[in-house]
């Protein structure tokens, strides 16, 4: 929200001049104007894997250490259409 008042302060056109994109996808981000882009994480899996990894690991099972990659959600808003 500071960034987007800093460039109205600027005149600076979103999206126009500039492209602006936030994380997480947070509840008020289609209340600005105008709409705020978001990256998306899966937050509900990621802490299920976790909690599930521990769970094996407290268990005794070694191997549930492992590399986990989650593709995160884009999603486009005015805030970076042109």
Known sequence: IGIME???EKDIAMPGDIALCGM???G????LTPRLSSVK???A????????CLLSRING???AARKMIY?????VRE???K
């Open 71 to 75: 593709e995160p959600e884009i999603i």
């Open 45 to 52: 899996e990621i802490g299920k894997s976790a909690v599930d």
């Open 6 to 8: 800093a460039l109205r």
């Open 28 to 31: 008020f981000d289609t209340a």
């Open 61 to 63: 099972d070694d191997s």
């Open 41 to 43: 994480m899966r937050q």
């Open 79 to 81: 805030s970076s259409l």
């Open 24 to 26: 997480d996808d947070i």
